[in-house]
């Protein structure tokens, strides 16, 4: 459910701007959601922390929980991840201004790539399955989001022509980087 609540909290956190920045700019209207998907990136974060220190004691130690945080690399990547989350949110609040789709896009990439960094493949050799993470999560993020905010603003004949080519792209994203990881992690286990 920790999980979930992170995902959920992402496509709320993103999901306007996405919405806004490729399919129709009257995302506007659903800054709370911004809002609560930011409330429950943090919230979905720090219980992730939380409950891996837990399950790894077998009894919640505070303490120890911050010094997980402050000394770990899940610890470091929640932290970026909060961070890009504020930034996320102060950008999706404000109006509209020069480069605002540049650092939306690069947060959202510095957001996704928290995940990618914690994700089964940062045990893998080099940076492929990580790159790999990065544009599946990435993807599927776009899709959902032109998908589910379409749903949710009464998609027009325009707009569903540009959520269709979203899906698209995405979908064949999705099947490629997921075919691709899917080889990469069979070669990887039978090496081992």
């Known amino acids: 459910t920790i999980k979930a609540c992170l995902y959920l909290g992402t496509l709320a956190l993103l999901g306007p701007g ?15 959601f911004v809002m609560a998907g930011f409330l429950l990136v943090v919230i979905g974060s720090v219980f ?25 690399r899940h610890g470091t990547m929640t932290y970026v991840r909060l961070l890009f989350a ?18 939306f896009g690069l947060a959202a ?4 790539a928290t995940f990618a960094a914690l994700s089964h493949a940062t045990s893998m050799r080099g940076n492929t399955a990580l790159a790999l993470d990065l544009v599946h999560m990435t993807a599927a993020t776009l ?5 589910g905010f379409s749903a949710l603003s009464g998609a027009t004949p325009e707009s569903l022509l540009r959520v269709s080519g979203i899906g698209l792209v995405s979908v064949l994203l999705l099947m490629g980087t997921g075919l691709y990881a899917s080889l990469l992690h069979i070669t990887s286990v039978s090496l081992l």
């Open 143 to 147: 899709w959902v989001s032109a998908v």
């Open 86 to 103: 504020l930034v996320l949110l102060g950008v999706s609040l404000t109006p509209t201004w020069r480069g605002k789709t540049v650092v």
């Open 18 to 32: 996405i919405y806004q920045q490729f399919v129709s700019a009257s995302a506007r209207r659903y800054r709370w």
């Open 48 to 72: 992730n922390l939380s409950l891996t220190v837990t399950n790894v004691l077998g009894r919640f130690d505070a303490a120890f929980i911050w010094q997980y945080a402050n000394t770990t």
């Open 109 to 112: 990439l510095g957001f996704f």
